[in-house]
């Protein structure tokens, strides 16, 4: 039970949801004796209780109409729309999902919308409930949903780290509407492992593009790859290319549109082989006037891989390995355009880029500075 004192008066603010063994219980601290992970749990709970009535009252102390009523009100009444971090987690995804197709993707929708989901399986298999106080949301129930994601959950280490990144937005949200007077995060830090990117040479490049498949959505597959290995558009720019943005400039072909990712305008000139694959799908009309028949990315991953077998390649082929390959080091084509195209969305990517880029076009760019 909790119970507030101000000024020589008590309130009794009603139960805290928190379930302790009574023979466990130190009166004299009003915690939970020894160290094992229920008992610091349960504490960190508590400790989170009084620091959020504590701010509260600082926030309040000079204000003459401070008392406990309404204290209270800022705690767990009217001031406080939620006392559980589901609903809250609820609304958020609601504001996200008025947003898709405004300022969000509805890929960002999904994301979350997966996140709540592992959030409230997460809470029934760890602590047997199907929510929890947003009081009782600390640092340790969010080192536990790390623990379980990369354990229960299957997830690698960094997807751990960028569900958690995600998690944080969440609670970020919830401290600024008001509802979450704590930060869970407060010590928690973030940091993604290196990971080994792969890459085609170009006899894998070549031995994927003459391959007799015989079956036509692998087929379909593979010149998107290859026209995308060609252009150095991501799979989502491929996916979006409409006839319009097929624009001719001195009797030469250009590709001009923008990046999904980061809104950078590209152009890229057209060589041979891409012109001839959308010669190949010209004669076709596709879904909302789209330049190719794209299958979803998660097909088009599984199609890959079925097409490395077949052509006796041991890599993990993904549509995004086309931007990791030695094609630019013999073709250099439109080398400016190669650099804005490349810029990494953060300062890891960059750099790696960056060095792999001045090593591929270190004579070109020496030219051209001279």
């Known amino acids: 039970m909790l119970r507030v004192f101000l000024n020589g008066e008590m309130a009794n603010f009603g139960s805290t949801k928190i379930f302790v063994d009574k023979t466990l219980w130190n009166n004299t601290g009003s915690r939970l004796k020894g160290r094992t992970t229920e008992a610091l749990s349960v504490n960190a709970a508590l400790d989170s209780i009084s620091t959020t009535l504590n701010g509260i009252f600082h926030k309040f102390e000079n204000d003459e109409t401070l008392s406990l009523e309404k204290i209270r009100s800022y705690f767990v009444g009217k001031d406080r729309e939620y006392t559980t971090f ?71 280490y960094n997807t751990s780290v960028k569900k958690m990144k995600t998690l944080k937005t969440v609670t970020i949200y919830a401290q600024k509407r008001g509802y979450l007077l704590h930060d869970p995060f407060l010590d928690h830090r973030f940091h993604l492992e290196p990971v080994t990117r792969g890459f085609l040479t170009d006899e894998e490049l070549l031995k994927i593009a003459n391959k007799e498949l015989g079956i036509q959505r692998l087929e379909q597959v593979r010149d998107m790859f290859i026209f995308s290995c060609f252009t150095g558009l991501a799979y989502i720019d491929v996916a979006n290319l409409t006839p319009e943005h097929i624009v001719t400039l001195d009797d030469k072909q250009w590709i001009m549109t923008k990046r999904k990712k980061t809104s950078v305008e590209t152009n890229v000139l057209l060589l041979d082989i891409p012109k001839s694959i959308i010669a190949k799908y010209s004669h076709k009309t596709y879904r909302d006037g789209k330049l190719f028949p794209i299958l979803s990315n998660q097909k088009t991953n599984s199609y890959l891989k079925e097409i490395a077998d ?28 190669c650099l804005s195209m490349k810029v990494g969305s953060d300062m890891e990517t960059s750099d790696l880029l960056y060095f792999t880029l001045f090593c591929h076009f270190k004579e070109p760019l020496c030219l051209l500075q001279r």
């Open 310 to 337: 077949i052509c006796g390649i041991k890599k993990n082929l993904t549509f995004h390995t086309r931007r990791h390959r030695e094609f630019y080091k013999h073709k250099i084509i439109n080398r400016l355009n």
């Open 86 to 156: 589901l609903p809250v987690f609820d609304k958020f995804n609601d504001d996200i999902r008025q947003r898709v197709g405004h300022t969000i993707s509805q890929d960002s929708l999904q994301k979350y919308s997966v996140l709540r989901r592992h959030f409230g399986e997460f809470l029934s298999y760890k602590y047997a409930r199907k929510d929890t106080n947003l009081t009782e949301f600390t640092s340790a129930v969010v080192q536990d949903f790390e623990l379980y994601l990369s354990t229960v959950a299957g997830c690698s």
